[in-house]
Nanobody, 126 residues
């Protein structure tokens, strides 16, 4: 049984940085895509970033492009989301989700997953 645990969230000032981690146990992530998505209070879930199973394809929502960077270390069964130049509108609970493995990924494919962790809260505020 695959279990995902997100961590690394916290309170940060605008312009600051955080690195989120998504650690998997129970099954290797090597052959699966990973998608980070977020949900802010009163808003719909939003796909943030995705990475293909071999790490060669990475995509980002327009709202985070140029500020966020996704990576994976399959040997550690972990996926990371480096978030820079954070803005108040980035405040949300961030989740990682596992989707079908492919050489291409889409940030929208989180909607196809029923396997994600408990989330980690990111709050950007002065």
């Amino acid at each position: 049984q695959l279990q995902l645990v997100e961590s690394g969230g916290g309170l940060v000032q605008p312009g600051g940085s955080l690195r989120l981690s998504c650690a998997a146990s129970g099954r290797v992530l090597d052959y699966q895509n990973i998608v980070w998505f977020r949900q802010a209070p009163g808003k719909e879930r939003e796909g943030v970033s995705c990475i293909s199973m071999n790490g060669d394809n990475r995509n980002y929502a327009d709202s985070v492009k140029g500020r966020f960077f996704i990576s994976r270390v399959n040997a550690k069964n972990t996926v990371y989301l480096q978030m820079n130049a954070l803005r108040p509108e980035d405040t949300a609970v961030y989740y990682c989700a596992v989707t079908v493995g492919s050489y291409y990924c889409s940030v929208e494919e989180f909607a196809e997953s029923d396997n994600w962790g408990q989330g980690t809260q990111v709050t950007v505020s002065s």
